[in-house]
């Protein structure tokens, strides 16, 4: 049985090396340790020059990936083929992955890792120190290219969160093929963020089923190793986003806009009968509007609002599930816009929409989903960290599943305060109240928006009478 320190292998270039590890020590030490490495030079290679270091013969200075393969050979993590060569492109396996990650969680816990002279597999002492440190949590296809999202979960699990901090604003499921229920998605996410890992393409894919080569393992440890190679990332969504509003648009004065308020749109009435307008009636209004020359606008359309005659906003609270059976074909029918205030708690519960559906409407374009905040508890009895769950969470919750932060807060009940408003401000560029409207657009009253109540019970002429008001 040898113990051995892990050198993950060696570069090949030993020297070099040797100065690299001698950094980390005091700069006495470090003078004297240059001493040695200059007179060493001068005895083992009193014939070469100092450019000993890099010769790999299918690495040359024109690859992009060069002085990546430089950094992670020096840093012992990566090592070349014994035939001076280093292989750039080949896929690696989950074996030479785990070797890689162990390596790196033992820079930092200066552990030793056990190879065992009879194991019967080279890699099986790196395995069990991963297993051991919870790098790995299941057996892999050794032998296997490793996928590029199992080979971000294991590097992650491999390093101190504090070594890789988020330097890049990405929201979970920008990255276009990791949505935000990816499994891996937390690793992958995490090295975007930190800047070490970028995407393949323009619009930032991962492809996380494709497998990794040599020289992307390079880059990425060399990005690990020396923060300042890491890559700013701008991510863009691949479709086109809804637009937001910020906290300081500014919208114009005096405009009088109908916000009308509805809950669910079903036969299917449950609780509260009023709350639940029939598919008919629905139907019926949205036909009116139309022939009267109304435009369906989205809270962040009240920024342009010159660019239409008649606006009007259709909201709807609490995320009933027939916002999805009755009112999505409707809306899709009449190719009209609507706003849904979610409560994220209550996303996939019995009457409510589910996450999937909620995706599927806000992808369409024509529905905007906004915040009815986490749990539909009245703000105006909370406190100030009650009141900052409440508005972040459900705005986390809601951008997960879109892909949109959500910019407006519909109050339960329409109940808000004075501490609830400044929390509110923090996270949110409009409130939305439940009565009193419509609402004349005003900078002062941008959270108190107002809005008009269609009831059930409402014949065509009393909703005639309720827009025109
Ligand atoms: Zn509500």
Request: glycine share 4%; net charge negative; hydrophobic share 35%.
């Amino acid at each position: 049985m040898i113990v051995k320190k892990q050198r993950g292998a060696l570069c090949r270039n030993l020297l070099l090396k040797r100065g690299n590890d001698l950094e980390r020590i005091n700069m006495k030490t470090r003078i004297i340790g240059m001493m040695v490495i200059f007179l060493m030079i001068i005895f083992i290679h009193p014939m070469t020059s100092f450019e000993t270091d890099f010769t790999f013969d299918d690495v040359s200075e024109k690859d992009w990936y060069y002085a990546d393969v430089q950094k992670a050979c020096e840093s012992d993590f990566m090592e070349g083929f014994e035939d001076d060569t280093f292989r750039p492109e080949i896929r690696m396996t989950y074996a030479q992955i785990v070797k890689i990650a162990s390596g790196l969680k033992q820079s930092y816990t200066e552990e030793k890792i056990l190879i065992k002279e009879d194991d019967p597999h080279w890699y099986d002492g790196y395995v069990d120190y991963a297993r051991e440190h919870d790098i790995i949590v299941k057996d892999y296809p050794w032998n296997a290219p490793a996928t590029r999202a199992d080979f971000a979960e294991i590097l992650v699990n491999s390093l101190m969160d504090s070594t890789i901090l988020p330097q890049n604003m990405i929201e979970k499921g920008m990255i276009p093929d990791v949505p935000a229920d990816h499994e891996q998605a937390s690793s992958i996410y995490k090295l975007y963020r930190a800047g070490v890992m970028t995407g393949s393409n323009a619009e930032g894919n991962f492809y996380p089923d494709k497998t990794i080569q040599r020289c992307e393992v390079a880059a990425v440890l060399t990005r690990i190793i020396d923060e300042t190679v890491r890559k700013d990332i701008t991510m863009v969504f691949a479709r086109e986003p809804q637009e937001s509003i910020s906290r300081t648009a500014s919208i114009r004065e005096g405009v009088k806009i109908p916000v009308l308020l509805y809950h669910g749109v079903s036969n299917r009435v449950w609780g509260l009968d009023y709350l639940f307008v029939s598919p008919n009636n629905m139907r019926q209004q949205l036909q009116w509007l139309k022939d009267n020359g109304y435009e369906t606008v989205f809270f962040s359309d009240l920024t342009h609002l010159s660019d239409y005659q008649k606006p009007i906003l259709l909201t709807f609270d609490d995320g009933y599930d027939g916002n999805y059976t009755n009112l999505f074909p409707l809306l899709q029918e009449y190719n009209m816009k609507a706003t849904i205030f979610v409560v994220s708690d209550e996303i996939g519960n019995e009457h409510r929409m589910d996450k999937y559906q909620l995706r599927e409407m806000s992808d369409s374009g024509l529905v905007s989903i906004q915040s009815h905040t986490k749990s539909h508890v009245w703000l105006d009895t909370l406190n100030k960290q009650q009141l900052i769950k409440e508005c972040q969470e459900s705005r986390t919750t809601i951008g997960e599943i879109t892909g949109e932060l959500p910019y407006a807060i519909s109050y339960p009940e329409g109940r808000h305060n004075a501490l609830s408003d400044s929390v509110v401000k923090d996270y949110y560029s409009l409130g939305v109240l439940d009565r009193n409207g419509p609402w004349i657009s005003n900078r002062k009253t941008r959270y108190q928006i107002t809005r008009t109540i269609i009831p059930r019970e409402f014949t065509i002429e009393q909703f005639v009478t309720a827009v025109k008001k």
